[in-house]
T-cell receptor, first 113, second 113 residues
Framework: TQLLEQSPQFLSIQEGENLTVYCNSSSVFSSLQWYRQEPGEGPVLLVTVVTGGEVKKLKRLTFQFGDARKDSSLHITAAQPGDTGLYLCAGQNSGGSNYKLTFGKGTLLTVNP | DAGITQSPRHKVTETGTPVTLRCHQTENHRYMYWYRQDPGHGLRLIHYSYGVKDTDKGEVSDGYSVSRSKTEDFLLTLESATSSQTSVYFC????????????FGPGTRLTVT
């Protein structure tokens, strides 16, 4: 079973601060995705990273896939209250059932005004 | 946004009663998934479908069954609901040719009393 560990589990910061969320595994993934979920809604895809070492930017969000494709990070610059939500990482299995995802338990981010 | 609806959105039922949740998509995606989301456990896969009448078990399938008689509909049935099945249930869809990204419905909050 492939597992994804996210840290921290909870994060509360002030508006304007920077933060990094981590997603780690001992397994290799074909790709890794980040989702954001707001209360009462389903997760929404933010980005997919595929290549080891890949870096993608989405406005103030920077996503990085580890060189060995076992870990990923999400960095938010100058966080805003609108960034509040549950951030989930999900890895695509590298073996047989590659249409299934393994999800981390999430990081609950609160950005205070 | 992907066209995914779930019904009902909220349901309260009694222990021992059967419950069926419906997921409907308008995207003609091949893959459909049912997850449950619980505090401390994240998203856990219950069952998934890789085509009409083709389904398989996920990591927490006990007590659940599914059916997919046409591309657009994926039904999740709790044959005899238990309090441990109180949860928020999410349906997701994926088109393998477009990668592993999954698109989620709005969720169904189920309470078993």
């Amino acid at each position: 079973t492939q597992l994804l560990e996210q840290s921290p589990q909870f994060l509360s910061i002030q508006e304007g601060e920077n933060l990094t969320v981590y997603c780690n595994s001992s397994s290799v993934f074909s790709s890794l995705q980040w989702y954001r979920q707001e209360p009462g809604e389903g997760p929404v895809l933010l980005v997919t990273v595929v290549t080891g070492g890949e870096v993608k930017k989405l406005k103030r969000l920077t996503f990085q896939f580890g060189d060995a494709r076992k870990d990923s990070s999400l960095h938010i610059t100058a966080a805003q209250p609108g960034d509040t939500g549950l951030y989930l990482c999900a890895g695509q299995n590298s073996g047989g059932s590659n249409y299934k995802l393994t999800f981390g338990k999430g990081t609950l981010l609160t950005v205070n005004p | 946004d992907a066209g995914i609806t779930q019904s009902p959105r909220h349901k309260v039922t009694e222990t021992g009663t059967p419950v069926t949740l419906r997921c409907h998509q308008t995207e003609n995606h091949r893959y459909m998934y049912w997850y449950r989301q619980d505090p401390g456990h994240g998203l856990r896969l219950i069952h998934y479908s890789y085509g009409v009448k083709d389904t398989d078990k996920g990591e927490v399938s006990d007590g659940y069954s599914v059916s997919r008689s046409k591309t657009e509909d994926f039904l999740l049935t709790l044959e005899s609901a238990t309090s441990s099945q109180t949860s928020v249930y999410f349906c997701a869809i994926s088109d393998r040719t477009g990668g592993s990204e999954q698109y989620f419905g709005p969720g169904t909050r189920l309470t078993v009393t």
